[in-house]
């Protein structure tokens, strides 16, 4: 199956001599804007040039990382190179796209958490179905009697009695144990004890091939009512989830804009210093924009790239 080909945006100065044959070679279907301009990047030395060409490269990448982020369409259009203060537009340019990326990593944080506190619930709500199988009552196991502890599990039925056994000689009458479901070859037991005995008692019964099964903290006088409490909140966070994530949808919604207007900017003004630098300052030069419906065969490119500077976008 083949893959359809994404169009592309290319950015190209070349000298102006050089303009139609740069268009020609586009091809027919390409869609060219194509402007005069002589190149001029100010009072700006060489060193300054080479400068902010890396500052902006380093600016351009941070700005594609943030549209890429938020999930915003890079929708390429020409945009008025900016040379006059590239400091202060870089700046703005790293602000914008800095603080669109820690909104959008609020927002997200906010979701996640929603999302986090509902698996629990889902655990939670797991955990008490699975308890509704050991063949003991809710308020059997869930007991919070002062000064005692409760240990449940699984344990060969084959090996019951003597772990009994062995139980009543560690503990004697300070333990009681209590048999429930048969599964599989095993038993469940609920065995209680005095809370300073409980680690002795698991021990005890781990020498029995004995398979623990935890026992959740549920505030709640019974199982319908936990079920209850907790589908209540897992509903609230699920419309909490919906709002945060209607914000993010308004947030790419506003920045969509911005955004790419910032790497519009970013684009001509990297693409003019990097002209100046390659054809010098003062040339006559031909700013072109082409739209793409599929790549240039490389022999094409590689002519382009020998007459000037070519940005792909």
Same mark, same amino acid.
């Given at each position: 199956?083949?893959?359809?080909?994404?169009?592309?945006?290319?950015?190209?100065? =070349? #000298?102006?001599?050089?303009?139609?044959? +740069?268009?020609?070679? *586009?091809?027919? @279907?390409? &869609?060219?804007? !194509?402007?005069?301009?002589?190149?001029?990047?100010?009072?700006?030395?060489?060193?300054?040039?080479?400068?902010?060409?890396?500052?902006?490269?380093?600016?351009?990448?941070?700005?594609?990382?943030?549209?890429?982020?938020?999930?915003?369409?890079?929708?390429?259009?020409?945009?008025?190179?900016?040379?006059?203060?590239?400091?202060?537009?870089?700046?703005?340019?790293?602000?914008?796209?800095?603080?669109?990326?820690?909104?959008?990593?609020?927002?997200?944080?906010?979701?996640?958490?929603?999302?986090?506190?509902?698996?629990?619930?889902?655990?939670?709500?797991?955990?008490?179905?699975?308890?509704?199988?050991?063949?003991?009552?809710?308020?059997?196991?869930?007991?919070?009697?002062?000064?005692?502890?409760?240990?449940?599990?699984? =344990? #060969?039925?084959?090996?019951?009695?003597? +772990?009994?056994?062995? *139980?009543?000689? @560690?503990? &004697?009458?300070? !333990?009681?144990?209590?048999?429930?479901?048969?599964?599989?070859?095993?038993?469940?037991?609920?065995?209680?004890?005095?809370?300073?005995?409980?680690?002795?008692?698991?021990?005890?019964?781990?020498?029995?091939?004995?398979?623990?099964?935890?026992?959740?903290?549920?505030?709640?006088?019974?199982?319908?009512?936990?079920?209850?409490?907790?589908?209540?909140?897992?509903?609230?966070?699920?419309?909490?989830?919906?709002?945060?994530?209607?914000?993010?949808?308004?947030?790419?919604?506003?920045?969509?804009?911005?955004?790419?207007?910032?790497?519009?900017?970013?684009?001509?003004?990297?693409?003019?210093?990097?002209?100046?630098?390659?054809?010098?300052?003062?040339?006559?030069?031909?700013?072109?924009?082409?739209?793409?419906?599929?790549? =240039?065969?490389?022999?094409?490119?590689?002519?382009?790239?020998?007459?000037?500077?070519?940005?792909?976008?």
């Amino acid at each position: 199956m083949s893959s359809v080909a994404k169009p592309s945006t290319l950015r190209i100065i =070349l #000298p102006k001599a050089l303009a139609q044959r +740069a268009m020609a070679s *586009l091809g027919p @279907l390409a &869609k060219v804007d !194509a402007q005069e301009l002589v190149l001029d990047t100010g009072r700006m030395t060489t060193e300054d040039v080479v400068r902010y060409i890396k500052e902006y490269a380093k600016l351009r990448d941070g700005v594609s990382q943030t549209l890429r982020q938020l999930g915003i369409e890079r929708k390429p259009e020409s945009a008025i190179p900016e040379t006059s203060d590239v400091k202060t537009t870089g700046s703005e340019a790293e602000t914008q796209a800095a603080e669109a990326r820690s909104e959008y990593q609020k927002i997200l944080s906010s979701v996640e958490a929603a999302d986090r506190q509902v698996q629990e619930i889902e655990k939670q709500v797991s955990t008490l179905e699975q308890l509704k199988g050991t063949g003991f009552s809710f308020d059997e196991i869930m007991s919070g009697a002062t000064g005692f502890r409760r240990i449940l599990g699984r =344990l #060969p039925f084959k090996k019951l009695d003597a +772990a009994q056994k062995a *139980l009543r000689a @560690l503990l &004697k009458e300070r !333990a009681v144990m209590m048999t429930g479901a048969k599964k599989n070859g095993s038993v469940y037991i609920l065995v209680a004890m005095p809370t300073e005995d409980a680690s002795q008692a698991l021990q005890t019964l781990l020498l029995y091939d004995f398979i623990p099964t935890d026992i959740p903290n549920i505030e709640a006088p019974d199982a319908t009512a936990a079920l209850m409490s907790w589908q209540m909140e897992k509903d609230r966070l699920i419309r909490e989830k919906q709002s945060q994530n209607s914000r993010l949808e308004a947030l790419r919604e506003e920045m969509a804009g911005p955004l790419n207007r910032s790497a519009d900017n970013i684009e001509e003004t990297l693409l003019l210093l990097r002209g100046s630098l390659r054809l010098g300052g003062g040339t006559k030069a031909a700013h072109i924009l082409a739209r793409l419906d599929k790549p =240039l065969t490389p022999v094409v490119l590689n002519s382009l790239q020998k007459d000037g500077v070519v940005q792909l976008d």
